[in-house]
């Protein structure tokens, strides 16, 4: 089963910076898009950023210029550089993968939307 697992979350002042990983694992093959979402309390989960195996990316336009997504193919792993935080980035922060290849020998299996467990982000004034 695929497993999704974030970290790198804590608590910041603003215009301090952090920087989240998200760690796929199981039997992976590959994994089509990767991306970043955030949930702030009473909100719908919202995107943040998203990118491709070929490394396309997409940002909200509350994060454009301060956010960077970034992965390691080789690794399963996407990242997250979060510079220049502003109260209102605080949430949760979940990890997606989406359209995931895995499976071991000749067996293949095709899956979409995982979630990881989500990880903490506070940003103080």
């Known amino acids: 089963q695929v497993q999704l697992v974030e970290s790198g979350g804590g608590l910041v002042q603003a215009g301090g910076s952090l920087r989240l990983s998200c760690a796929a694992s199981g039997s992976i093959v590959s994994i089509n898009t990767m991306g970043w979402y955030r949930q702030a309390p009473g909100k719908q989960r919202d995107l943040v950023a998203t990118i491709s195996s070929s490394g396309s990316t997409n940002y909200a336009d509350s994060v454009k210029g301060r956010f960077t997504i970034s992965r390691d193919n080789a690794k399963n792993t996407v990242y997250l550089q979060m510079n220049s935080l502003k109260p209102e980035d605080t949430a949760v922060y979940y990890c997606?993968?989406?359209?995931?290849?895995?499976?071991?020998?000749?067996?293949?299996?095709?899956?979409?939307?995982?979630w990881g467990q989500g990880t903490q982000v506070t940003v103080s004034s």
């Open positions: 997606n993968a989406d359209r995931v290849v895995y499976g071991s020998g000749w067996t293949r299996y095709v899956g979409s939307d995982y």
